[in-house]
């Protein structure tokens, strides 16, 4: 029988050590003998008996290495265990979710033993902390630890699923932040498809996957025409013109791309899209010459910090008009459009008049220096004079 | 010329001028020896850029704000916002390079016609006092602008006092009014660039130009045996003033141009986070900056410090009559070994720590003003030892 709590005895004091001293090394640095968890809590069996047959007797709640479905009761023995877990800040509906996991229904409901369950992405013997990069399901790990599975064609074909998910994945544009830039924020593949609940989102949910970061594209996309397509299951939602786990860096190009698929070139619906991508390539444009004309003024040793703080407002409403074009409606688009470029127009004036007075600075020295020469003749031939006077 | 008359016979009513009016036109026709020339006017060009730093000044001082927070901000205000205030700014940051270099070259026309010799051993030393005085207003001045290299060079300046046995602790943390160059050290950089060492040139100008005009200009005759001037002299009034004139009128054109050719770039706020790489002192102050690096802090201090004290005691080392260079070898041969190795190690400070390129070839010049081949495909600079 498995015990909850009394995590007291350490691995040190266990007599399973005194055997099993190569795998006590594996676990002595894991989070649970940090906790003073040894073999017993998962293994059971008596850890006072220093005969191996007496410690492994039967009453002693011994089960040896536990199967998938023990292993993850045992684990939820503790990780379900609120007044437990409480103290270390973790969740407890770890095993509730796996039970509605695709992995979790394929074990519990199918007895399919190859899906994951909890050691197959947190590890056995050696489990460290999430926090900890050396852990398996740290973020920048996390690809590479379901791609333990999800990239071994062979099991995959079993299953009718694609195998170059982590391939597409680690091209994207979320896969490059995440693993090359390092940024623990990008979206890993438990971020869309849940961790212990594993499960792909359905059709009417991807807008909430995508939303959990992208907010107001999700809000924006929600007062669209498209936003009524879901129920139907026919559209795509965000991944209609994004693209799933390949979704590289949008540009306003995907106008053009994406609305093809679904209208005609000569629909209104295409033409609005046409219409939006002109305007956000206009703004990205105008914006794009501010800013060069900006730091090739500042170059030439102009004070450019108005025209910086301007910029940044540019930058403002070109950011707003990035999410507002997930509404498909030009009427909202064309006025951030308009004050974009009226700040870029003022831009402009301001660099051109200070660019101006240069000008004039270097132009003012021509009458300066006639006149210090004018002066300088003068006193000298005063000099001259006086001198042949005396 | 009523109105003339009436101001005048006001005037004379109350005050006895003809009194006055004799003593004025001795000075003004008083003659000063033939052989004042064209840098005999390095004097008055140093006391009109004191004017122009003072009248600049003032107008910064409307602007600027002695704190960490907006020292920077308020001169990136003066430079983009008030009238002129750009041309202000630059005239005083020229004007500052300009008065080392017309005072450190009056200084030389002196030595080189011995005019520090008897009796005007007083008139020397004040004139050094000025000449240090003029470097403290260099590093004062550096750093209110409150810029990246201003705080290094301060942080680095400020610690070379530190060396000094006993008081060194003491000094560096008078300077710095604390133990890091911050708020505290602003705001006592600027009252010394402000009040203290104004009024203290504005004192020692005074009595400098009384002691000129109480002596008279020195002549190049040997010390003893100075000859009357007679009608040989030339008037101060009108025919001196015509020279300083003309001068004048070219500094000024000078000052101007340089300030709108080539402007002096406020850079980046100050972070004490961020060390920028080679600091550096200003020009000026390169050749001490270059002797610091070769020895031990306290044997290096006491090197620099043998400059201004050689300076002080000059008058008194060399007693020898005649004042004419031609007849000084021996002295003349110093100052001319000074002068190279000031330009000597200026010039390391100055290409220390930077790539340079010689007849093609790409050189990295170490910390100690060593040049170093840099190979072609080296990835690092060369390693080098003291």
Redesign the interface.
């Known amino acids: 029988m498995m015990i909850p709590a009394a995590r007291s005895e350490s691995g040190s004091a266990s007599a399973c050590v005194s055997c099993h001293e190569d795998i006590w090394g594996e676990v002595k640095d894991s989070i649970h003998a940090k906790q003073g968890m040894s073999c017993h809590h998962c293994h059971g069996g008596d850890p006072s008996q220093k005969d191996s047959a007496l410690a492994k007797a039967p009453g002693t709640g011994y089960i040896g290495i536990p199967d998938k479905k023990q292993l993850t009761q045992t684990c939820g023995t503790c990780h379900s265990d609120v007044a437990f877990m409480n103290p270390y800040g973790t969740r407890t509906d770890q095993l509730a979710r796996y039970h509605t996991s695709a992995h979790g229904k394929a074990l519990f409901e199918k007895d399919d033993k190859r899906v994951a369950s909890c050691s197959d992405c947190h590890g056995y013997h050696d489990v460290l902390q999430v926090s900890d990069p050396a852990s398996p399901v740290y973020p920048f790990n996390v690809p590479k630890t379901c791609a333990t599975c999800h990239a071994n064609e062979k099991l995959m074909s079993q299953y009718g699923l694609p195998a170059d998910i982590f391939e597409k994945y680690k091209n994207s544009a979320h896969g490059t932040a995440l693993l090359e830039k390092k940024d623990t924020g990008a979206a890993h593949c438990a971020s869309c498809h849940g961790s212990h609940g594993a499960i792909p989102p359905g059709v009417s949910e991807i807008h909430a996957a995508c939303g959990k970061c992208h907010i107001n594209e999700q809000s924006n996309f929600l007062g669209s025409v498209h936003a009524g397509l879901a129920p139907d299951k026919k559209f795509l939602q965000c991944a209609a013109c994004h693209g799933f786990h390949d979704i590289q860096p949008a540009s306003p190009e995907l106008f053009s791309q994406s609305c093809i698929r679904c209208h005609t070139d000569e629909s209104p619906a295409f033409l609005v899209g046409k219409t939006i991508q002109g305007q956000v390539e206009t703004a990205e444009q105008t914006f794009h010459t501010q800013d060069q004309n900006i730091q090739s003024a500042r170059s030439e ?1 102009i ?1 450019t ?2 025209e910086e703080a301007m910029l940044s407002e540019m930058k403002t409403h070109l950011i707003e008009m990035t999410t507002k074009q997930h509404m498909l409606k030009e009427g909202k688009i064309a006025p951030l459009l308009e004050t974009i470029e009226s700040q870029a127009k003022e831009i402009n004036n301001t660099l051109q008049a200070k660019r101006n007075s240069i000008r004039w ?2 132009l ?2 021509i009458p ?2 006639i006149f ?1 020469v004018i ?2 003749i003068a ?2 031939l ?2 001259h004079r ?2 042949r006077n005396e | 010329m009523n109105l003339k008359k009436t101001i005048g016979s006001w005037i004379t009513d109350r005050f006895d001028v003809e009194k006055i009016r004799e003593p004025i036109n001795y000075q003004l026709k008083k003659p000063l020896p033939p052989h004042t020339g064209w840098f005999h006017t390095l004097g008055s060009l140093s006391l009109f850029l004191f004017i122009s730093q003072v009248l600049t000044g003032i107008l910064l001082l409307i602007y600027y704000r002695p704190t960490i927070r907006e020292a920077f901000e308020s001169v990136q205000f003066i430079m983009t916002k008030p009238y002129l205030g750009w041309l202000y700014r630059q005239v005083h940051a020229w004007g500052g390079q300009l008065m080392i270099i017309i005072v450190f070259l009056h200084m030389l026309r002196t030595f080189i016609t011995g005019s520090f010799k008897k009796p005007r051993e007083i008139t020397w030393i004040s004139g050094v006092i000025l000449f240090l005085t003029t470097l403290g207003f260099g590093f004062t001045g550096y750093l209110l602008p409150w810029n990246q290299l201003a705080y290094w060079a301060t942080t680095v300046g400020t610690e070379i006092p530190a060396a000094i046995p006993w008081v060194g602790d003491w000094l560096k943390t008078f300077l710095r009014g604390g133990p890091n160059v911050g708020g505290e050290t602003l705001s006592r950089f600027f009252v010394i660039h402000v009040i203290i060492l104004p009024w203290a040139v504005f004192f020692l100008i005074a009595m400098h130009l009384f002691l000129v005009r109480f002596q008279g200009i020195a002549t190049l005759d040997p010390v003893g045996e100075e000859k009357d001037i007679g009608k040989k002299g030339i008037p101060f009034f009108p025919h001196h003033l015509l020279k300083e004139g003309v001068v004048f009128f070219i500094l000024l054109g000078v000052l101007v141009t340089l300030a709108i050719v080539f402007p002096f770039e406020l850079g980046e706020k100050a972070d004490p986070m961020q060390t920028p790489h080679a600091i550096k002192p200003e020009w000026y102050f390169l050749p001490m900056y270059q002797v610091l690096k070769f020895a031990e802090k306290m044997w290096g201090l006491l090197i620099i410090s043998l400059a201004p004290l050689f300076l002080f005691l000059w008058p008194f080392l060399d007693k020898s009559r005649p004042r004419n260079p031609l007849k000084r070898p021996l002295s003349m041969t110093f100052f001319v070994l000074v002068l190279l190795s000031l330009l000597i190690f200026g010039l390391m400070g100055y290409f220390s720590e930077k790539n340079v390129k010689i007849f093609n070839t790409d050189y990295h010049i170490d910390i100690y003003g060593m040049p170093h081949k840099i190979l072609p495909n080296a990835t690092t600079e060369p390693t080098h030892e003291k």
Do not use: P
Request: cysteine-free.
């Open positions: 040793g004070f910090q108005d600075r270097f003012a020295l300066l220096w210090i002066m300088v006193f000298i005063k000099y006086m001198d």
